[in-house]
């Protein structure tokens, strides 16, 4: 049975308040600080009028990665299910030969 927790993150200084399911706490918990960690490293290295557009900026940043990701997935996936078949068809023919 999966239990919810309760859990406080904090993303560019303030607190966010968040249930989650208890084996996503590791999860959550480094995706706030990984979200964080690039909202400062956007600061230093780019003009900016509010946190408003750091937090733009690394919601493309990351919506782009997991885009990118599931396309790769996407691709191994297809290249293992081709490979597969041709396995398949190898082996296919092996025992049809017998």
Known sequence: MK???DIKVQIAGRPYSLSIASEEERIVR???EEVSQTIRDYSKAFEYKDHQDLFAMVALQHAANSIRLEEEKSFREN???EKLLAIDDL???QFNQK
């Open 91 to 93: 082996l296919s023919a």
């Open 3 to 5: 239990t919810n927790l």
């Open 30 to 32: 480094k995706a706030a």
């Open 79 to 81: 290249e293992m299910k």
